[in-house]
């Protein structure tokens, strides 16, 4: 998408003239996306352009539905335009810098907060995450490609199922699904959680597992400060279940990317990034008590 489509969509769905736009500059991180910061006038806003194929993995009919649900908790950027079709969206720009950036082990206490907002509030939605039938889906897409799956990978799936009906055991609550240092925003004093793409009713450990997408160090110091006591070998083992769940789950998303050309196209080899997953999944194995 050109600097000049991104300016016509923003002036017609702010419904101002296209020289009140300005493209400020691309955000960094993530890899499904691209985000700019657009000004128009004197406001910031970000403008996402979801990359190739994200519509395999993000239902934007259910992202629709949960913008107002989110909202309601006061933990994001307002979304002022959403085309369902493109997977575009504009929301308004959240001054300040993402927790990737800092040390997370400073924001502990407002990290477990935000996330207990999230999980205590009333929110109920008719859209679930089904992480199970979700990592069937994703598999699929690898058979489009002929690919016969590892045997490491069957291994760690084969783990995963076994404590299938102890991870069903604890319930759903509304959760944010994708809660890693990088969609943390640290405002003045506060933090605010943006991209709700993945988001839907699952187990709330699931946002914990996700904080340590980059250290899994850091979900393990949040999960104390999250429960308020001295987890039990219960709590490690749902959230050291979970973050296998998302390793097995993003090495297909990794996979499938590499197979539609994105590794050439991004310059990330995420051939490679799938067997880092597969080394992360065999590490949280070994971690199981």
Request: include cysteine.
């Amino acid at each position: 998408m050109s600097i000049e489509q991104i300016k016509a969509t923003t002036a017609k769905a702010l419904k101002v003239n296209q020289d009140h736009v300005e493209l400020d500059h691309r955000l960094m991180g993530g890899m499904s996306n691209f985000t700019y910061v657009i000004k128009v006038n004197e406001d910031k806003y970000t403008f996402r352009i979801p990359g190739k194929n994200a519509e395999r993995f993000v239902d934007r009919d259910v992202e629709k539905d949960h913008i107002p649900l989110s909202e309601q908790l006061g933990l994001n950027n307002e979304t002022v335009y959403l085309d369902v079709q493109s997977g575009e969206k504009i929301a308004r720009f959240i001054e300040g810098v993402p927790l990737s950036t800092l040390n997370p082990l400073d924001y502990l206490d407002q990290a477990a907060a935000l996330l207990h907002t999230i999980h205590d509030s009333a929110i109920q939605s008719p859209h679930a995450y089904q992480p199970f039938v979700r990592l069937e889906k994703y598999e699929s897409y690898l058979n489009e490609y002929h690919h016969t799956h590892h045997e490491r990978y069957i291994k760690a799936k084969a783990t995963l199922l076994s404590n299938r009906s102890f991870l069903a055991s604890f319930g759903t609550v509304f959760t944010h699904g994708d809660s890693q240092l990088s969609n943390f925003i640290v405002n003045e004093d506060t933090l605010k959680l943006t991209d709700w793409e993945f988001s839907g009713m699952n187990d709330a450990f699931y946002d914990l597992a996700c904080f340590g997408n980059n250290d899994f160090s850091h979900a393990e110091s949040l999960l104390p400060v999250y429960i308020k006591k001295e987890p039990t070998l219960e709590d490690w083992n749902r959230l050291y279940l979970w973050r296998l769940f998302q390793t097995l789950q993003w090495h297909n998303v990794a996979l499938y990317k590499h197979f539609i050309g994105l590794s050439e196209d991004l310059k990330i080899d995420f051939y490679k990034v799938s067997n880092l997953y597969l080394d992360k999944a065999e590490s949280l194995i070994g971690k199981l008590k």
